[in-house]
């Protein structure tokens, strides 16, 4: 009997954690999917926000806190010196001219979502964002670009 609980335990325990990662999976991906449909940028729309522009408290919403300050910090070296510091492309398009279409967000799983979509070409371009779970949900920790470079990477960050 005592195995039977044991087992019943056990298996309540991984149905349990297996809905755990598919809700932080959901999560994760409600996130990514309301982040880029926010920043898309829309041809000829000069009122597209720059997510790079927004304040550390909004930033702090969408990345982890050390990204967020990375991401706000370069922007701030932009003001201050008028010239390009680390980021000179658009972070979640990987592009200076982004003219995303067909975006596709996609559960790869608990912790990382792939982002796909056509730019100027028309091949597909994808992109590895990978999410940590935080106090007020998810957020993102890192997006692996489609030539193997990383956002946390070209910001200094481990």
């Given at each position: 009997?005592k195995?039977f609980?044991?087992?019943?335990?056990?298996?309540?325990?991984?149905?349990?954690?297996?809905?755990?990662?598919?809700?932080?999976?959901?999560t994760?991906?409600?996130l990514?999917?309301?982040?880029?449909?926010?920043?898309?940028?829309l041809?000829?729309?000069s009122?597209?926000?720059?997510?790079?522009?927004?304040?550390?408290?909004?930033?702090?919403?969408?990345?982890?806190?050390?990204l967020?300050?990375a991401?706000?910090d370069d922007?701030q070296?932009?003001?201050?010196?008028?010239?390009?510091?680390?980021?000179?492309?658009?972070?979640?398009?990987?592009?200076?001219?982004?003219q995303?279409r067909?975006?596709?967000?996609?559960?790869?799983?608990?912790?990382?979502?792939?982002?796909?979509f056509r730019?100027?070409?028309p091949?597909?371009?994808?992109?590895?964002?990978?999410?940590a779970?935080?106090?007020?949900?998810?957020?993102i920790?890192?997006?692996?670009?489609?030539?193997?470079?990383?956002?946390r990477?070209?910001?200094?960050?481990?």
């Amino acid at each position: 009997m005592k195995l039977f609980t044991r087992s019943l335990m056990l298996m309540a325990l991984a149905v349990y954690a297996s809905n755990a990662a598919q809700a932080q999976a959901l999560t994760l991906e409600r996130l990514v999917a309301t982040t880029y449909a926010r920043y898309i940028p829309l041809p000829g729309e000069s009122e597209t926000a720059i997510l790079p522009h927004e304040s550390l408290a909004t930033l702090k919403k969408i990345f982890t806190d050390d990204l967020a300050a990375a991401i706000y910090d370069d922007s701030q070296c932009v003001l201050k010196t008028n010239a390009l510091c680390v980021l000179d492309f658009d972070i979640l398009f990987a592009s200076q001219d982004p003219q995303p279409r067909e975006l596709l967000v996609k559960t790869k799983d608990a912790d990382q979502i792939d982002v796909c979509f056509r730019d100027q070409s028309p091949a597909r371009r994808c992109m590895r964002v990978t999410g940590a779970a935080g106090p007020d949900g998810a957020r993102i920790r890192d997006i692996k670009y489609d030539d193997g470079a990383t956002l946390r990477s070209l910001l200094k960050l481990r």
